[in-house]
């Protein structure tokens, strides 16, 4: 027999309300839980559906569903101190609101009535064609991702079966690096710097190929006392949030002669400020605590009394916006320093490994696939160099001992 229910539209977890954890809290802590669904019991014979569906007694609408599991990854006691949780719980609770409006977009176009087991896999493929025809490549990706994780929790807790597996990402089409020419750069730092931290920010950018979050978050603790190398550690993530490298390692990148000196003014100014306590995450329950000046700090060139002690994603990228624009070159993403560094060495011909590895990339195969065009387009001279040193192999070519026969 199906149970009626009444559910509470003013809950603190249904979309469109604003989320209030104190509020929820206290509305919450008398419930009954049971197999890890929280209900309220108002009747013998009456449900009011509070958190997840219970199993066999209640059939909900997809809509309610998804409500209870917003509720579950935001507020759940359980989601927020113990690991042991599902994985998608603690995906989706990273995001905080902006996974909720992802799922509640999701949820509006199949519709919020219809029920969680009637949901075909065709339902699926319509949602990735209505989702992409107004929308950002990017965009339906992240609205994806945020459903795929709510409907695999719905498979883990029996509302549905192998649905998770249809929401299929878009592939973004592959651009090619944009890197800035030396007279560009010349500009960016003679006409859109006007502040010397800013050109030594970019100096350091475009010299050691550092990504945007790295360079964020390197620190005066990072740089090596005669300013001959540094090592990264750590990078800053859109969400704010600290963790380790992407290859989930410390690298070492040794400093040009440019990064040098332009490391030297942004040490000194960092040596001004006091250190902080950063929490960097080596994985989803591990992270250590990095107590360290770091070298790019909005309260160098601020007008407000209270700032951040770092650069978040955003905000340095409005900078950038800034400097480009004064600059009066080709708009570009900040990333695309890195590509610079790149294509400047791989012209200058220097060792693939050698700048694969100050990439901090695995190998230099990545070098070769993306980077292609300018290894080829400078190599016109390279036969020619091949022979010279050919020509000299009598000089060059290592001595091995050769065994004599018995």
């Excluded at 176009?109 to 992409?132: F, H, W, Y």
């Excluded at 800035?180 to 950018?205: F, M, N």
């Excluded at 380790?244 to 040490?267: F, G, I, S, W």
Aim: proline residues 5%.
């Amino acid at each position: 027999m199906r149970l009626s229910r009444q559910v509470d539209r003013h809950a603190p977890y249904a979309f469109g309300h604003a989320f209030d954890e104190a509020s929820a809290a206290r509305q919450f802590e008398p419930a009954h839980l049971y197999r890890d669904c929280l209900f309220r019991i108002a009747a013998p014979e009456r449900h009011v559906l509070r958190g997840t569906v219970m199993v066999g007694a209640v059939q909900a609408t997809l809509g309610e569903t998804c409500d209870a599991f917003v509720h579950r990854a935001l507020f759940d006691r359980a989601a927020r101190f113990h690991h042991g949780v599902n994985r998608e719980l603690l995906e989706f609770r990273s995001g905080r609101q902006c996974h909720v409006v992802g799922a509640a977009i999701c949820v509006d176009t199949l519709g919020r009535n219809r029920m969680v087991d009637s949901l075909l896999p065709e339902d699926i493929q319509k949602l990735r064609a209505d989702l992409i025809a107004t929308r950002a490549v990017s965009t339906v990706n992240h609205y994806l991702a945020t459903f795929s994780g709510f409907l695999y929790w719905c498979e883990n807790n029996k509302y549905c079966s192998d649905l998770g597996k249809h929401c299929v990402r878009f592939t973004k089409s592959s651009k090619d690096p944009d890197p800035l020419t030396y007279e560009e750069y010349l500009s960016l730092i003679e006409k859109g710097c006007l502040h010397p931290i800013d050109k030594a920010a970019v100096t350091v950018a475009v010299y050691t190929g550092l990504r945007p979050g790295e360079l964020l978050a390197l620190a005066v603790e990072d740089v090596a006392p005669d300013f001959s190398k540094i090592t990264v550690r750590r990078s800053i993530t859109q969400s704010v949030t600290f963790k380790v490298p992407k290859t989930k390692k410390e690298r070492t990148v040794l400093l040009q002669p440019p990064a040098r000196e332009a490391m030297k003014v942004l040490v000194a100014d960092a040596e001004q400020r006091e250190a902080a306590d950063l929490t960097v995450w080596l994985n989803r329950h591990e992270s250590r605590i990095d107590h360290v000046r770091v070298l790019l700090s909005p309260k160098t060139q601020a007008r407000k009394k209270i700032v951040n002690d770092y650069f978040v994603p955003s905000a340095w990228n409005t900078k950038w916006i800034n400097l480009v624009r004064r600059a009066e070159i080709r708009p570009r993403p900040p990333y695309q320093t890195r590509h610079t560094f790149a294509c400047w060495n791989l012209t200058a011909r220097g060792n693939l490994a050698f700048i694969a590895n100050q990439l901090g990339h695995k190998d230099y195969s990545m070098l070769v696939t993306v980077y292609g065009r300018w290894i080829d387009t400078e190599s016109s001279r390279e036969l020619e160099r091949i022979w010279e040193g050919m020509q000299n192999m009598a000089q060059t070519t290592p001595k091995l001992r050769q065994e004599q026969p018995a």
